[in-house]
């Protein structure tokens, strides 16, 4: 009888050609930038007949084709398409499918550079861009032209960990013939499978949890083999292509994808847990969390959470920075989704350029901790936040 693969069988198999160059059981890194052909009528018969190959590397390369598959087949999706960043895989999605005059709705708590990306470069085309409250689907209805739109959601958000309620989103956008874009970079395909839900496009950031070692940039687009042609098109011509070295750190780290999303939603869970019976702690955003608004629909679509939480301490900026300093494992930075667990005050990294009252109005507080926790031990994760917080 057959039997769907598991996660972390797909994970490690799939998109990896059974017999590889020498015998190898890893892929070689294929540097080429140029793929030859041996005469005339060879490239004639490409040219014609587009067999299964590469020709340049802006538009496709030996590792790249095998990531792709590899990612297409943990996101469920007929196809997946790799890029430079997940900045350059949204940028492409706007631009590849929308034209003058059409329309963008955001939620509006997505990813900053999203956000200014919409609103300050597509209205320099005659793109018109506007933002809903994030899960407020009467608000976003309210919104909605007679123009040709494409709505664009994340879940969860960042930082507040607001989860939407995908298949409800799809369908709204199904009735009034908009097209749907999730960035799922939170989530991972591993927590959920927003194409099943209805997504046309899904979106990661593979420099997050799928390459998951902090030591790649790349995107991924994933959808409808036809609807991805021209986001394909576009990224040949703009060249924002993950390279071959690049596309190998992110085959092998994919391989571990599965086991390291195990630890990553045990930490997250755990952690909450702790954080929320902490004397200390104000509040937690966590979307496995009873308290946490999204409770009910993070617990129906998604398996487990991730792990990213946000939370805030009891006193000021001041108290706050303190903890964060006292901490031996997370170190301070930016980016999320890494073995290496990482602490940020939002006051000073992501939001420091915004004014307090436009902070405020993002709901960005000046005690708020956002911590993205890594694969180390659950226990020894939450005996460092321990000490940081005896002290502080
Ligand atoms: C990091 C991030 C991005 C941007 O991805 P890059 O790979 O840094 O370009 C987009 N969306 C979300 C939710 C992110 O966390």
Redesign the pocket.
Same mark, same amino acid.
């Given at each position: 009888m057959y039997k769907e693969p598991g996660f972390s069988t797909l994970s490690v198999q799939s998109g990896e050609k059974r017999k590889k160059a020498n015998h190898g059981i890893t892929d070689a890194i294929h540097c080429a930038s140029t793929f030859t052909f041996s005469d005339t009528k060879e490239l004639i018969d490409f040219l014609e007949n587009k067999p299964d190959r590469d020709e340049y590397i802006r538009y496709s390369n030996p590792n790249q084709n095998v990531v792709e598959a590899k990612l297409a087949a943990l996101d469920g999706a007929e196809k997946s398409l790799l890029f430079s #960043? !997940?900045? &350059?895989a +949204?940028c492409c999605l706007l631009l590849a499918k929308l034209e003058k005059g059409d329309e963008v709705i955001l939620f509006d708590e997505c990813?900053h550079? /999203?956000r200014e990306f919409s609103r300050d470069y597509l209205s320099r085309w005659g793109i018109v861009c506007k933002f809903a409250k994030t899960g407020d689907f009467a608000h976003l209805k309210a919104q909605i032209s007679d123009r040709k739109k494409l709505i664009f959601t994340?879940s969860p958000t960042?930082p507040h960990l607001s989860v939407i309620d995908i298949p409800q989103l799809a369908s709204l956008a199904k009735e009034h013939q908009c097209e749907l874009a999730v960035?799922a *970079? %939170?989530a991972t395909p591993f927590n959920l499978q927003a194409i099943r839900f209805g997504a046309d496009y899904v +979106?990661h /950031? &593979? *420099?997050?949890y799928l390459a998951g070692h902090n030591d790649v940039? &790349? !995107?991924v687009i994933s959808g409808r083999e036809e609807a991805l042609e021209s986001l394909r098109s576009l990224r040949g011509l703009l060249g924002c292509v993950s390279t071959p070295h690049n596309n190998y750190l992110l085959q092998r780290g994919l391989k571990t994808f599965a086991l390291r999303m195990e630890q990553h939603n045990k930490n997250g869970i755990e952690v909450a847990q702790f954080l929320e019976s902490h004397p200390k702690i104000r509040k937690v955003f966590y979307p496995g969390l009873e308290s946490h608004s999204s409770f009910l629909i993070a617990k129906e679509q998604m398996p487990a959470w991730g792990g990213l939480l946000t939370f805030e301490i009891e006193g000021d900026r001041h108290a706050a920075s303190s903890f964060v300093d006292q901490l031996k494992i997370p170190r301070i930075g930016p #980016? %999320?989704g890494g073995v290496e667990s990482l602490v940020e005050q939002p006051l000073y990294m992501s939001y420091n350029h915004l004014s307090p009252e436009a902070r405020a109005e993002v709901g960005i507080t000046d005690s708020m901790i956002r911590l993205s926790l890594g694969v180390e031990d659950t226990d020894d994760l939450i005996a460092d936040l321990k000490q940081a917080l005896d002290i502080v």
């Open positions: #960043s !997940g900045m &350059a +949204i990813y550079r /999203s994340e960042n960035d *970079t %939170l +979106i /950031s &593979a *420099t997050k940039v &790349a !995107g #980016s %999320l």
